[in-house]
T-cell receptor, first 113, second 111 residues
Framework: QKEVEQNSGPLSVPEGAIASLNCTYS??????FFWYRQYSGKSPELIMF????GDKEDGRFTAQLNKASQYVSLLIRDSQPSDSATYLC?????????????FGIGTKLQVIP | AAGVIQSPRHLIKEKRETATLKCYPI?????VYWYQQGPGQDPQFLIS???????DKGSIPDRFSAQQFSDYHSELNMSSLELGDSALYFC??????????FGQGTRLTVV
């Protein structure tokens, strides 16, 4: 079992719809959770982070964390064609006193105009 | 704001040659990570440093080595290059237990 699991997609949504991206993780000791957006050939760009159970909203983005079920999701409201990218879920855990960041495979989102 | 700086941005090497990639973390960040990302793949963790000491090691081949210097910049040395080493190499930096910020990456092409 991979430490961080995502559906690779592609996930296609019409412009203006809500895109829902999901991620599960295996280590219950995971502490911090991040969503990165990556355009093809570019470096990952941090868009959201969440540490506590519940929802965190930032503009059109909402991150949701459920530690009991070990999943974290990202909702994108009013999806735009410019949101078309791969979304990487990242989870941090502490091992041997140091932070380790592990990525999922990423979900490719396509927003159809 | 200062970001993570990587150099060079693009590098072309022949098989069996050696390459050195450099990373300059965000000032005051104490952790540096190196990732390798092949086409259509997720970033694969190679190695990390905390306060200039190796803190974790992932799927880094024995042909690769890395270190972090006194000024906190880090270098990834890759020897006996193979065609399969062609990838994007990202460096990221963070403070402990906070989000990691990525550099623009170095695209290595081995021919």
């Amino acid at each position: 079992q991979k430490e961080v699991e995502q559906n690779s997609g592609p996930l296609s949504v019409p412009e203006g719809a809500i895109a829902s991206l999901n991620c599960t993780y295996s280590d219950r000791g995971s502490q911090s959770f991040f969503w990165y957006r990556q355009y093809s050939g570019k470096s990952p760009e941090l868009i959201m982070f969440i540490y506590s159970n519940g929802d965190k909203e930032d503009g059109r983005f909402t991150a949701q964390l459920n530690k009991a079920s070990q999943y974290v999701s990202l909702l994108i409201r009013d999806s735009q064609p410019s949101d078309s990218a791969t979304y990487l879920c990242a989870v941090t855990i502490f091992r041997g006193g140091y932070q380790k960041v592990t990525f999922g495979i990423g979900t490719k989102l396509q927003v159809i105009p | 704001a200062a970001g993570v700086i990587q150099s060079p941005r693009h590098l072309i090497k022949e098989k069996r040659e050696t390459a050195t990639l450099k990373c300059y973390p965000i000032p005051r960040h104490d952790t540096v990570y190196w990732y390798q990302q092949g086409p259509g793949q997720d970033p694969q963790f190679l190695i990390s440093f905390y306060e200039k000491m190796q803190s974790d090691k992932g799927s880094i081949p024995d042909r690769f080595s890395a270190q972090q210097f006194s000024d906190y910049h880090s270098e990834l040395n890759m020897s006996s290059l193979e065609l399969g080493d062609s990838a994007l190499y990202f460096c990221a930096s963070s403070l402990q237990n906070t989000e990691a910020f990525f550099g623009q990456g170095t695209r290595l092409t081995v021919v």
